[in-house]
């Protein structure tokens, strides 16, 4: 079936250094990719998202690209607030399977000042 | 203000008794989902429903029932609860059940089962 990996957390940055969360996916067909974000004892909220290969989703300074050659959407942001602590999830959507999200374990980050 | 909305926040209760977590979306989104989320496991869907009178299992549907008579509500019925079903539930709705469209969730209910 289909699924998502994304890197091992949790992930300790200082404020204004790079991020990089790495995250592949298995999957048939031509899934859309997402990245969501929870912040404590709130929902998920989408980050960003990309439809198809070579598509760079980007938002908040945040940016993934598909790329289906490597199966990756690796979601990067050049500098990090203490506000960007949370935990950051992976997603791929299908329209078989019921449409439903397929999530990876998701990634803490923490960012310090 | 767009947004799904889901109550209880919290609740706590005793096995076997009957609750249900009620699911509003004020978007006129047509497809709506049930979630679990659970530490190790990341989020699971329990149900979704296409639309109005259509709805399906998940990938963990034990022990759940779903309704969707309104366009808008989702309610997720747990009619024997028993302490495996302690989790973070989520509701969440997109535009269409295509692809390409983003679910959007609600804040979360935290279920403990006694």
């Known amino acids: 079936g289909d699924s998502v990996t994304q890197m091992e957390g949790p992930v300790t940055l200082s404020e204004e250094a790079f991020l990089t969360i790495n995250c592949t996916y298995t999957?048939?067909?031509?899934?859309?990719l997402f990245w969501y974000v929870q912040y404590p004892g709130e929902g998920l909220q989408l980050l960003l998202k990309a439809t198809k290969a070579d598509d760079k989703g980007s938002n908040k300074g945040f940016e993934a690209t598909y790329r289906k050659e490597t199966t990756s959407f690796h979601l990067e942001k050049g500098s990090v607030q203490v506000s960007d602590s949370a935990v950051y999830f992976c997603a791929l959507r299908k329209e078989t399977s019921g449409s439903r999200l397929t999530f990876g374990e998701g990634t803490q980050l923490t960012v310090n000042p | 203000e767009a947004q799904v909305t889901q109550n209880p926040r919290y609740l706590i209760t005793v096995t076997g008794k009957k609750l249900t977590v009620t699911c509003s979306q004020n978007?006129?989104?047509?497809?709506m989902s049930w979630y679990r989320q659970d530490p190790g496991l990341g989020l699971r869907q329990i149900y979704y429903s296409m639309n109005v009178e259509v709805t399906d299992k998940g990938d963990v549907p034990e022990g759940y029932k779903v309704s969707r008579k309104e366009k808008r509500n989702f309610p997720l019925i747990l009619e024997s609860p028993s302490p495996n079903q302690t989790s973070l539930y989520f509701c969440?709705?997109?535009?269409?059940?295509?692809?390409?469209?983003?679910?959007?969730f609600g804040d979360g209910t935290r279920l403990s089962i006694l």
């Open positions: 999957a048939t067909g031509y899934p859309s």
């Open positions: 969440a709705s997109s535009l269409s059940p295509g692809y390409n469209q983003p679910q959007h």
């Open positions: 978007m006129n989104h047509e497809y």
